[in-house]
C-alpha cells in the first residue's frame, strides 16, 4: 500500500527532479528512486545531513565531487576474481583521488561534524591509484612504463613497423603504375599494398584479400613477409604482458573490493545529501520540525512539482496553503467545489509528510512544524478496472480496505471524494463511520468530500476540523485558497444560473434542495466573507508593522547621523574656543612678564589685563564643556601664598575666600580678583 500511495502522490516525479541536483551518476540513479526511511532516527539523520550541506552551500563552500565515477560492476567483477580492462582501473583511480580530496574539503567544515564523520571513513589507498597512474591513462591504454618488458617489446615493435613502413614505400615508388593507390593498408595484421589485378606479376607476394569488383588486389610483398610475421609476434606478446599488468592491477582491486564498495556508500550518501539541500534552496525551502502533540504548521505550503512545473515548464502560477491544525484534531473535512484544489491540497500534504521523512526540506515558510508519520497512506483518483469488473466505488473500497490493514497509530490517512461513487444516503453513511474510525485509530486522517453531512461532524466530534476551497462568486472561479474552520458552500445553483440555466428549473431545484439548505449556504457565506475581512485587516496589520519598522530604523540612523554631526560641530568650536583662550592667555602672560621685569604700564593696562581673564572666563564656560573636579577644601587668610595655574605665577592673598569662593590677590604690581578653584595653596 506505501508503494501504491507514492505513485499516487507522484514521489517518482519529485526523486527525478531532486536527481538533477546531484553531481556523480551514483547519486543520480540512487535519488531517482529514492527510498523513504522506515525509522523516526534514520530521518533525524538525513535531515541533519542536509542542514549541513545546506550550511555548505550557503557559504560558498560547497563540496566537489569531481573525478568520482560509477564503479559499482567493476568493483563487482574484482570480487569475482575478474580482469579489469586499463578504462576500469583508470575510473577506479579517479573515483579514489575524488574521495580524498572530498575528505580533504570536509576536514575544513567543522560546523558539518556529521558529514566528517562520513567522510572519515573513506579509505582511499593512494598507492593503489598511484600505481593505477603509472601504468594506464585516461584512454585505456597500457603505458609503456608499466613494466621494463613491455617497454622493450614495444621498443621493437616500432623498429620492426618502421621497417615495414620503409620497404613497402620504396615498392611503392618502383611500382607506381602497377599501384590502385598510393597507401599503405593492412590485412590480418599484415601490411599490404593496393596493386592492380592485370599488374599483379608486377609486384610478387601474398595476395590477402581482393576488391569487391575483383580489380584489385591487397599484396604482401615477399621483401616484408618476414617482417610482418616478426610483428605479429610481438603483438601477441605485447598484448600477453599487458594482461600480465591488468591481471596484477585487477588483484590490488580485489584485495580492498571491500573498502571500495563501502566507499561508494558514502560518497552516495554525501552526494544526496548534498543534492536534497540544493534542491531545497532552488525550492526556497525550510527545515521541518518534528514534534508530537503540537500544532501541525505549514505556512504559504507549495506543490513542489506544481514549482517545477511552473519554473521550468511555463506552468501557472503556483497558490499557496496553510495548513494549520490543532494538536486535538484528528481527521479534517475539506469541502469546496469542483476543480478548487481539494486534490492538489492532499497530494501537496502527502508529499510534504514524505519529504520531511526522506530528510528534506518543505517548500513552506518558517517554522515548519509536523508529526513524523510512520506511514503515507492515499485513495486519490478512481481506480475502475474492466478486466476485474470494478467500478469506481468497487476500486475506491478495496484500496481503502488495503488502507486499513496497514493502518498503525502514527499514520497520515488521504482520501478523496470519500464515499462517492454510490448511493449519497450510503456513501455518507459510510464515510461518516470511516473517518471516525481513523479518528480513533490513526494520527491524522484528511478527507475531501461533497457530503453535507459530513461537514457538520466538527460540532459533533472534537476530533474533527472543516476546512474549503475558497470559491469567487463573481468570477466563478475558485481561488485555490485554503480556508480553515468553514465548511465549502453549495455553488452548483449559483453557478448554473449564471450559466443560463432557466430560472424556472433553478426555482424548482431550490425547492427541492429545500429553504435550510439556502440559509445553510447564507451563513456560511457570511462567515467566509469575515474571514476575508479578517485576513484582509491582517495583511494590513503586517504591512503596517513592516512600514513602522522602516520607518523607526529610518528615524534611528537620522538620530545617529545628527549625533555625529552635533559631535563633531561641538569639537571644531572647542578647538576654535581653546585657539582663541590660548591666544588671550598668551597676551596676559606677555602682559605679565613685563610686570615682573619692572616695567609700568599704568592702571588702564592693568584693568584691560582684568576684563581679559574674566572673558577669558566667560568664553570658558560657555564653551567648553564642564568637567567636574574634585572639590578640595583650602583654608586661606590674609599674606598667603597661592599659585595660579593658568599663569603660572605665585599671588599673595589681600582677602579671605567670600562665600562664592572668590578673593583678591596681588601679582606683582596687579591686583585681581580670583576663584579659590583657580588656585592653590602654597
Not at 491540497?345 to 508529499?351: D, E, I, N, P, R
Not at 462517492?420 to 486522517?445: F, N
Amino acid at each position: 500500500m506505501q508503494a501504491e500511495t507514492l505513485d499516487l502522490l507522484e514521489w517518482n516525479r519529485l526523486c527525478q527532479h531532486l536527481s538533477t541536483f546531484t553531481t556523480t551518476k551514483l547519486g543520480a540513479i540512487t535519488s531517482a528512486h529514492l527510498p523513504i526511511p522506515d525509522r523516526y532516527e534514520d530521518t533525524l539523520e538525513l535531515l541533519t545531513q542536509t542542514k549541513e550541506a545546506y550550511a555548505l552551500e550557503e557559504r560558498n563552500a560547497g563540496v566537489s565531487l569531481d573525478g568520482i565515477q560509477n564503479i559499482t560492476e567493476a568493483v563487482f567483477r574484482a570480487e569475482k576474481q575478474g580482469i579489469l580492462s586499463a578504462l576500469e582501473l583508470w575510473a577506479i583511480a579517479t573515483t579514489l583521488a575524488g574521495a580524498r580530496n572530498l575528505r580533504r574539503q570536509l576536514d575544513n567544515a567543522d560546523y558539518c561534524p556529521n558529514l566528517q564523520i562520513l567522510a572519515s571513513e573513506l579509505r582511499t589507498y593512494p598507492d593503489v591509484e598511484q600505481e593505477i597512474y603509472r601504468c594506464v591513462d585516461e584512454g585505456g591504454n597500457v603505458l609503456d612504463r608499466a613494466s621494463v618488458r613491455l617497454g622493450e617489446i614495444r621498443h621493437e615493435l616500432t623498429s620492426v613497423r618502421d621497417q615495414i613502413i620503409t620497404k613497402l614505400q620504396n615498392i611503392m615508388q618502383r611500382n607506381a603504375s602497377s599501384l590502385q593507390e598510393q597507401i599503405i593498408t593492412q590485412r590480418s595484421d599484415r601490411y599490404v599494398l593496393s596493386v592492380k589485378s592485370p599488374q599483379r606479376d608486377r609486384v610478387p607476394g601474398v595476395i590477402h584479400d581482393t576488391s569487391s569488383t575483383g580489380m584489385t588486389l591487397f599484396v604482401e610483398p615477399n621483401s616484408v613477409v618476414q617482417s610482418n610475421n616478426r610483428l605479429r609476434q610481438l603483438l601477441k606478446m605485447e598484448q600477453a604482458q599487458i594482461e600480465i599488468i591488468l591481471t596484477e592491477l585487477s588483484a590490488k582491486i580485489t584485495a580492498i573490493a571491500e573498502d571500495l564498495q563501502r566507499l561508494l556508500i558514502i560518497v552516495t550518501k554525501i552526494d544526496l545529501a548534498v543534492a536534497r539541500a540544493r534542491y531545497g534552496y532552488w525550492l526556497g525551502a525550510n527545515p521541518p520540525h518534528f514534534l508530537e502533540n503540537e500544532a501541525i504548521v505549514l505556512r504559504q505550503l507549495r506543490h513542489p512539482l506544481l514549482v517545477w512545473q511552473q519554473r521550468n515548464e511555463d506552468g501557472r502560477e503556483v497558490v499557496p496553503v496553510d495548513v494549520l491544525i490543532s494538536p486535538q484534531i484528528s481527521v479534517v473535512v475539506i469541502t469546496g467545489p469542483n476543480t478548487g484544489g481539494k486534490t492538489a491540497t492532499l497530494k501537496t500534504f502527502g508529499l510534504a509528510a514524505l519529504m520531511a521523512k526522506a530528510g528534506m526540506f518543505i517548500p513552506a515558510k518558517e517554522p515548519v512544524e509536523m508529526p513524523w508519520f510512520d506511514l503515507v497512506l492515499a485513495d486519490i483518483g478512481d481506480e475502475q478496472s474492466l478486466q476485474q469488473n470494478l467500478s469506481t466505488f468497487s476500486g475506491h473500497i478495496r484500496r481503502i480496505g488495503r488502507i486499513l490493514d496497514s493502518l498503525s497509530p502514527q499514520s497520515l490517512v488521504l482520501l478523496d471524494e470519500v464515499g462517492a461513487g454510490t448511493d449519497p444516503s450510503e456513501g455518507s453513511a459510510i464515510a461518516t463511520a470511516l473517518l471516525e474510525y481513523l479518528g480513533e485509530h490513526t494520527r491524522l486522517a484528511i478527507a475531501t468530500t461533497h457530503f453535507g453531512e459530513l461537514k457538520a461532524l466538527k460540532y459533533q466530534n472534537p476530533k474533527f476540523e472543516n476546512a474549503s476551497v475558497e470559491f469567487d462568486d463573481a468570477s466563478l472561479a475558485p481561488t485555490y485558497r485554503l480556508l480553515w474552520g468553514i465548511p465549502g458552500r453549495s455553488n452548483a445553483l449559483a453557478i448554473a444560473g449564471r450559466l443560463g440555466l432557466s430560472q424556472e428549473i433553478i426555482e424548482a431545484a431550490q425547492v427541492r434542495v429545500g429553504i435550510g439548505s439556502t440559509e445553510m449556504n447564507d451563513v456560511i457565506a457570511e462567515l467566509e466573507a469575515q474571514r476575508r475581512e479578517q485576513t484582509q485587516k491582517t495583511e494590513a496589520a503586517a504591512n503596517l508593522l513592516v512600514e513602522t519598522e522602516r520607518l523607526h530604523n529610518e528615524i534611528l540612523d537620522r538620530a545617529e547621523k545628527m549625533r555625529s554631526q552635533a559631535k563633531e560641530l561641538r569639537e571644531r568650536q572647542e578647538k576654535e574656543v581653546n585657539a582663541a583662550i590660548a591666544q588671550a592667555q598668551k597676551e596676559v602672560g606677555r602682559v605679565i612678564r613685563k610686570l615682573q621685569k619692572g616695567e609700568q604700564l599704568g592702571e588702564q593696562v592693568a584693568a584691560d589685563v582684568q576684563r581679559t581673564e574674566q572673558r577669558i572666563g566667560e568664553l570658558t564656560k560657555r564653551h567648553l564643556p564642564v568637567v567636574p573636579e574634585e572639590k578640595i577644601e583650602i583654608q586661606l587668610k590674609v599674606g598667603d601664598r597661592v599659585r595660579i595655574p593658568k599663569f603660572g605665577k605665585i599671588a599673595q592673598v589681600l582677602t579671605v575666600p567670600n562665600s562664592s569662593g572668590e578673593f583678591s590677590v596681588r601679582l606683582g604690581t596687579m591686583k585681581l580678583t580670583v576663584n579659590i578653584t583657580d588656585t592653590e595653596k602654597v
